[in-house]
T-cell receptor, first 118, second 112 residues
Framework: AQSVTQLGSHVSVSEGALVLLRCNYS??????LFWYVQYPNQGLQLLLK??????LVKGINGFEAEFKKSETSFHLTKPSAHMSDAAEYFC????????????????FGQGTILTVHP | ETGVTQSPTHLIKTRGQQVTLRCSSQ?????VSWYQQALGQGPQFIFQ???????GRGNFPPRFSGLQFPNYSSELNVNALELDDSALYLC???????????FGPGTRLTVL
């Protein structure tokens, strides 16, 4: 079974400050890991994904995440927050089958709402 | 290129009724996955359809059913609606079963 835990349901930062959103996962097989962003009344947009290549993954809008197997973590960071980053962020995991194929089922965390103050 | 679209945007039903939600997949995608997102929660996997066949199901009762059509669009049907079925229903399409999932804007279902 797979699971995702996002530490902190709400994170508040000032504009220009570092953004750090935490995600820990549990998986019995090597995972694929994802970060999605959801703006109010919209669907999910993929920010970045880890698929067993480089452990430091760069995504859109200046976000990046580092896969740490020893800590079972995949925290999302951005050096300098912008007002437009205010949204809800979800970490998700999917299984990896034979030959490195990813199963279709995504298991999501509870989400972290990011607030950016001017 | 048209992305994933869902209809309707919003829907209000009463307990015990039945509802059908629709999803048009992105061009070239043959796989559709459905998720339920209750207020304040992360999305929960309902099921996935690949080339018109169900390809995996989450922990949802049989009154949640689906279809995928030859053009790879999909429907989610929910019978005997309960108050707890109130949620945002998200559809995602992908090139195949293991591909990156592209999400639609969702259908907001309210059950009174």
């Amino acid at each position: 079974a797979q699971s995702v835990t996002q530490l902190g349901s709400h994170v508040s930062v000032s504009e220009g400050a570092l953004v750090l959103l935490r995600c820990n996962y549990s998986s019995s097989v090597p995972p694929y890991l994802f970060w999605y962003v959801q703006y109010p009344n919209q669907g999910l947009q993929l920010l970045l994904k880890y698929t067993s290549a480089a452990t430091l993954v760069k995504g859109i809008n200046g976000f990046e995440a580092e896969f740490k197997k020893s800590e079972t973590s995949f925290h999302l960071t951005k050096p300098s927050a912008h007002m437009s980053d205010a949204a809800e962020y979800f970490c998700a995991v999917s299984g990896v089958g034979a030959g490195g194929t990813s199963y279709g089922k995504l298991t999501f965390g509870q989400g972290t709402i990011l607030t950016v103050h001017p | 290129e048209t992305g994933v679209t869902q209809s309707p945007t919003h829907l209000i039903k009463t307990r015990g009724q039945q509802v059908t939600l629709r999803c048009s997949s992105q061009s070239g995608h043959n796989t559709v996955s459905w998720y339920q997102q209750a207020l304040g929660q992360g999305p929960q996997f309902i099921f996935q359809y690949y080339r018109e066949e169900e390809n995996g199901r989450g922990n949802f009762p049989p009154r949640f059913s689906g279809l995928q059509f030859p053009n790879y669009s999909s429907e989610l049907n929910v019978n005997a609606l309960e108050l707890d079925d109130s949620a945002l229903y998200l559809c995602a399409s992908s090139l195949d079963r293991k591909g990156e999932q592209f999400f639609g804007p969702g259908t907001r279902l309210t059950v009174l």
